[in-house]
């Protein structure tokens, strides 16, 4: 082995197989998820070897079967992603949040590709395979930016992905078309591209080539709170612990407050992460939204003045990808005496909030509290939900590039010398703003004035000396050729123009 992690005399395997291990199903004899990974592996290797001249014994591919464990496991990967010619992955919901396999993407594409040849535009060594449909989500930017098309693979590939065409006999003949495809598409991109053997990596150290979780999954949740060592005097530091996050409201009902919201998230599908608020506020407040949050708020913190003013910043701000949730313990004899002063507090400090509630989300939000654990159990779901619909509004409605201008056929007559603009030497009949001739024709008739309107004779376009509205007066531009002929125009039918995107606010 040389210090690049191979033996550069030998032939180097073809393709490296980069894949999600799946987890066995919980009912006992449950069969191995991951025998149809290794069932392609073999298929594909066999097609690679009827189209190339591998010589018999040398290793076609590879594909990891460790389950991703010992260093001589990760010293392997290094070797395999360190030499192999093109990088094949399984695309699934399952491999775009796996660790190990950002790691093995990432290893592969620290190695620069060359085109083979000067007419070549080939500029990747990855072939993407569709493991399972991903219509309906949203790939990491590094497999967004990939341009590769599947439509050869045949319509049940793109349709039901590899995984289902295998596994049903139904879709054996198109199983059969994808994988010779595949392997046909793997061989050219070896031959179209010079990949030059990389250096071995520390695989464990690696990081993922992806984020590991979509930011809509995820869920923020921040702490306002004390810590014991931090309270009033008349405050009982039997609800609070060495951390702001070991807040326990409902004492002693429960766990912490933040870890029974952890637990609750999760049943809703989300990957939740807990933070101290003092920590998120700053980054809230300028608007760098990562995920959508979660704020637990306890009253008690308001009687800081410092803590009070961050909390209206952060109202002010109108973080609606934030929801606030205030829990408030009716049991608790401190709470119930000092509810008046506390929740004037609170009212004061999230007047935004207040006004902006819905009706649908009352009781998430509203002025009232949480007064037991179950009154937060409910909120929550319709909390974390507002939250995530907020965010995802919130991205739609910023998008990355501003969308470019439409055409103005008035520049274009200026350009082209048509005789409108500031020397006054006529009038422009695209201006809505000017007074069109009050049936005068819009001195397109006035012994020739307006006559470079069209063709220089004292006549409009349609040559009978009335304005370029064709009556002197607006009929709604029925009669305007350029309003029928251009296709960037605006008729204001267009489902979609002025519409708000879901959980954010409209352009109008």
Same mark, same amino acid.
């Given at each position: 082995?040389?210090?690049?992690?191979?033996?550069?005399?030998?032939?180097?395997?073809y393709?490296?197989?980069?894949?999600?291990?799946?987890?066995?199903?919980?009912?006992?004899g449950?069969?191995?998820?991951?025998?149809?990974?290794?069932?392609?592996?073999?298929d594909?290797?066999?097609?690679?070897?009827?189209?190339?001249?591998v010589?018999?014994?040398?290793?076609v591919g590879?594909?990891d079967?460790?389950?991703?464990?010992?260093?001589?496991?990760?010293?392997?990967?290094s070797?395999e992603?360190?030499?192999?010619?093109?990088?094949?992955?399984?695309?699934?919901?399952?491999?775009?949040?796996?660790?190990?396999?950002?790691?093995e993407?990432?290893?592969?594409?620290?190695r620069p590709?060359?085109?083979?040849?000067?007419?070549?535009e080939?500029?990747?060594g990855?072939?993407?395979?569709?493991?399972?449909?991903m219509?309906?989500y949203?790939l990491?930017?590094?497999?967004?930016e990939l341009?590769?098309?599947?439509?050869?693979?045949?319509p049940?590939?793109?349709t039901?992905g590899? =995984?289902?065409?295998?596994?049903?006999?139904?879709f054996?003949?198109? =199983?059969e078309?994808?994988?010779?495809?595949?392997?046909?598409?793997?061989?050219?991109?070896?031959?179209?591209?010079? &990949?030059? &053997?990389?250096?071995?990596?520390?695989?464990?150290?690696l990081p993922?080539a992806?984020?590991?979780?979509a930011?809509?999954?995820?869920?923020? &949740?921040?702490?306002?709170?004390?810590h014991?060592?931090?309270?009033?005097?008349?405050?009982n530091p039997?609800?609070?612990?060495?951390r702001?996050?070991?807040?326990h409201p409902?004492?002693?009902?429960?766990?912490?407050?933040a870890?029974?919201a952890?637990?609750?998230a999760?049943?809703?599908?989300?990957q939740?992460?807990?933070?101290?608020?003092d920590?998120?506020?700053?980054? &809230?407040i300028?608007?760098?939204?990562?995920a959508?949050?979660?704020?637990?708020l306890?009253?008690?913190?308001?009687?800081d003045?410092?803590?009070?003013?961050?909390?209206?910043?952060?109202?002010?701000s109108d973080?609606?990808?934030?929801?606030?949730l205030e829990?408030?313990n009716?049991d608790d004899p401190?709470?119930?005496?000092?509810?008046?002063?506390?929740?004037?507090?609170?009212?004061d400090?999230?007047?935004?909030?207040?006004?902006?509630?819905?009706?649908s989300?009352?009781?998430?939000?509203?002025?009232?509290?949480l007064?037991?654990?179950?009154?937060?159990?409910?909120?929550?779901?319709?909390a974390a939900m507002?939250?995530?619909y907020?965010?995802?509004?919130?991205?739609?409605?910023?998008?990355e590039?501003?969308?470019?201008?439409?055409?103005?056929?008035r520049?274009?007559f200026?350009?082209?010398g048509?005789?409108y603009?500031?020397?006054?030497?006529?009038?422009?009949?695209?201006?809505e703003?000017q007074?069109?001739?009050?049936?005068?024709?819009?001195q397109?008739?006035?012994?020739?004035?307006?006559?470079?309107?069209a063709?220089?004779?004292?006549?409009?376009?349609r040559g009978?000396g009335?304005?370029? =509205?064709?009556h002197?007066h607006?009929?709604?531009?029925?009669?305007?050729?350029?309003?029928?002929?251009?296709?960037?125009?605006?008729?204001g039918?267009?489902?979609?123009?002025?519409?708000?995107?879901?959980?954010?606010?409209?352009?109008r």
């Open positions: 082995m040389t210090d690049r992690g191979w033996d550069e005399d030998d032939t180097r395997p393709f490296f197989l980069s894949y999600a291990h799946t987890p066995k199903a919980g009912a006992r449950a069969g191995d998820p991951n025998h149809w990974v290794r069932q392609l592996y073999r594909l290797c066999e097609a690679v070897l009827q189209l190339t001249t010589p018999d014994g040398v290793p590879f594909m079967e460790s389950m991703h464990q010992g260093e001589l496991w990760a010293d392997r990967l070797d992603l360190a030499s192999c010619r093109v990088f094949v992955p399984l695309y699934s919901p399952r491999y775009f949040n796996s660790v190990p396999c950002g790691q993407w990432h290893a592969f594409t620290r590709v060359y085109p083979a040849n000067l007419d070549s080939r500029t990747s990855i072939v993407p395979v569709l493991w399972a449909p219509s309906r949203r990491p930017k590094v497999a967004g341009q590769f098309n599947h439509a050869s693979f045949g049940d590939y793109a039901e590899l =995984y289902a065409l295998m596994k049903l006999s139904y054996r003949s198109a =199983y078309l994808a994988v010779h495809r595949l392997a046909a598409r793997i061989v050219q991109v070896a031959e179209e591209t010079v &990949i030059p &053997i990389g250096r071995r990596l520390e695989f464990n150290a993922s992806f984020n590991v979780t930011p809509t999954k995820q869920l923020r &949740i921040s702490v306002l709170a004390y014991q060592g931090e309270l009033p005097e008349e405050r039997d609800y609070y612990g060495e702001r996050t070991d807040w409902y004492r002693p009902v429960g766990s912490p407050i870890q029974h952890v637990r609750l999760r049943q809703l599908g989300f939740p992460t807990v933070h101290e608020f920590d998120e506020v700053e980054s &809230i300028d608007g760098n939204a990562e959508p949050g979660l704020l637990l306890d009253r008690w913190a308001l009687r003045p410092r803590r009070r003013e961050l909390v209206r910043r952060f109202d002010r973080a609606t990808w934030v929801s606030v829990p408030w009716a401190e709470c119930e005496e000092h509810a008046g002063e506390l929740g004037e507090l609170s009212d400090a999230l007047r935004t909030t207040r006004r902006a509630s819905r009706p989300f009352l009781g998430a939000t509203g002025p009232t509290g007064h037991s654990l179950e009154d937060f159990d409910d909120a929550l779901p319709r507002k939250a995530k907020a965010f995802e509004g919130r991205t739609r409605a910023e998008p590039e501003p969308p470019p201008p439409r055409p103005s056929l520049d274009a200026r350009r082209g048509g005789g603009g500031p020397d006054g030497s006529g009038p422009d009949p695209f201006d703003d007074d069109p001739g009050g049936g005068q024709g819009g397109g008739g006035q012994g020739g004035q307006g006559g470079q309107v063709n220089g004779n004292g006549r409009d376009a009978n009335r304005g370029a =509205y064709g002197g607006d009929n709604g531009n029925r009669n305007d050729p350029y309003r029928e002929h251009d296709p960037h125009r605006d008729d039918d267009d489902p979609d123009d002025g519409m708000a995107p879901l959980g954010g606010r409209g352009n």
